[in-house]
Every structure is written in C-alpha cells, then in structure tokens.
C-alpha cells in the first residue's frame, strides 16, 4: 500500500527544502516538468535540472546536468523530484542514494508516478517518499509561503 506524508508532514518537507533536483526536466514550456520547474524557481527554490538530452544548457536559473551524479559535490540537494514514468524511478532513487551527500530528504514523484520498490529502497535510506503528487498543487492547496 501507497503510504504518503501527512499535510502536516508535506508542509514540513517544504519547509525545509530549499534545493530541489528535477529528474527529467525539459526545456519545453508545454512539459508539466518545465511549468513544475519554473513555478518551483519561481517560488525561490533552486531547481537544478536533471536531463542528459540537454545537459550544459541554462534551464530555471541552473545549468543543466546529465545525471544526479554529475550535480557538483558539496551541493545540498534537499528533494529529487522524478519527472520518470513509475518503471524508471528504481534507478534515479539509487543514483540519489549512490551520488548525493548529504543524502536528500525527500524522493518526489510526480502524478501517476508510482514505484513501491523505489520507494521502499528510499525509505530504507532514511529518505521520504512522496508518491502521485505534484509540488505545483500541493504548494498552494497547504497554503506555503514563498522561500
């Protein structure tokens, strides 16, 4: 069974997010990733875009990278959010898990994204799991204030 955060928990995640690394961004502006980028930007988070298609090219404010991996070291990355379909999030959670230190907070899959063994690999690093969500609806619909 699917168990995500409360909306107090979710209001939490937000608080202490200040670094988000989008998995799948596109510079497309009729992409959900590319409005999702750009409404999260927007609201004063670092997006770094994560795509190799595009990789070097300047996207949200941040230079796109190919990999999570290839995000610089010392870089705090506070939430993955995987713009993957659910049979491609296994990988992308054990690449965070792999390449990120600090290990993120928080694996964040969009809509219609669901992959109960990624999640449970997140878990088992400390890391929380939002699955089926979309930041861009839940920012508003909790009432969170800018960063």
Not at 56 to 66: D, M, P, R, S
Not at 119 to 143: H, M, S, T, W, Y
Request: aromatic fraction near 4%; include cysteine.
């Amino acid at each position: 069974m699917m168990q995500n955060p409360t909306n107090d928990e979710l209001r939490a995640i937000f608080r202490k997010t200040r670094t988000i690394a989008l998995v799948g961004a596109s510079p497309n502006p009729n992409r959900p990733s590319h409005r999702v980028g750009l409404y999260l930007a927007g609201r004063g988070y670092r997006v770094i875009p994560v795509n190799p298609g595009i990789a070097g090219k300047i996207l949200f404010g941040e230079e796109t990278v190919a990999r999570l991996a290839d995000i610089p070291a010392g870089t705090v990355v506070d939430m993955v959010d995987v713009f993957r379909r659910s049979d491609r999030v296994e990988p992308v959670v054990e690449e965070a898990i792999a390449a990120l230190w600090p290990l993120p907070k928080v694996i964040w899959m969009q809509i219609g994204v669901i992959n109960p063994a990624a999640a449970e690999k997140a878990r088992n690093a400390g890391i929380q799991v939002v699955q089926d969500r979309c930041p861009k609806i839940e920012i508003p619909r909790l009432g969170i204030d800018p960063v």
